[in-house]
Nanobody
């Protein structure tokens, strides 16, 4: 069974940093583009980042690219999202997913679509 499990969310203060993890099981995460999405209360789901499996490029939306860093550890079959200088507007459920399309606004998937259950990040002001 192909599965993604996120962790690392929690209640944090404005200005702090956080690392979200996404562990894959049942398949090799590195063979597919790995994305992070977030869904904030009252807002539409937003694609935050996508690491391409074709060229290894990392795509991050402009609004957070100075604070968000997406990465992968192939040996651990794990993806990460590092968030610096957290803001209250970062409050959301964060999901990892495979196999994202790097054209982030479209939120399209390529050969398959696998989602994690999400991890909640709450940033207090």
């Amino acid at each position: 069974q192909w599965q993604l499990v996120e962790s690392g969310g929690g209640l944090v203060q404005t200005g702090t940093s956080l690392r979200l993890s996404c562990v894959a099981s049942g398949f090799s995460l590195g063979r597919y583009a790995t994305g992070w999405f977030r869904h904030a209360p009252g807002k539409k789901r937003e694609a935050v980042s996508c690491i391409s499996s074709d060229d290894g490029m990392t795509y991050v939306i402009d609004s957070v690219k100075d604070r968000f860093t997406a990465s992968r550890d192939h040996a651990k079959n794990t993806a990460y999202l590092d968030i610096d200088s957290l803001k209250p507007e970062d409050t959301a459920v964060y999901y990892c997913a495979a196999d994202c399309d790097p054209d982030l606004p479209i939120q399209r998937f390529r050969y398959l679509e696998v989602w994690g259950q999400g991890t909640l990040v709450v940033v207090s002001s």
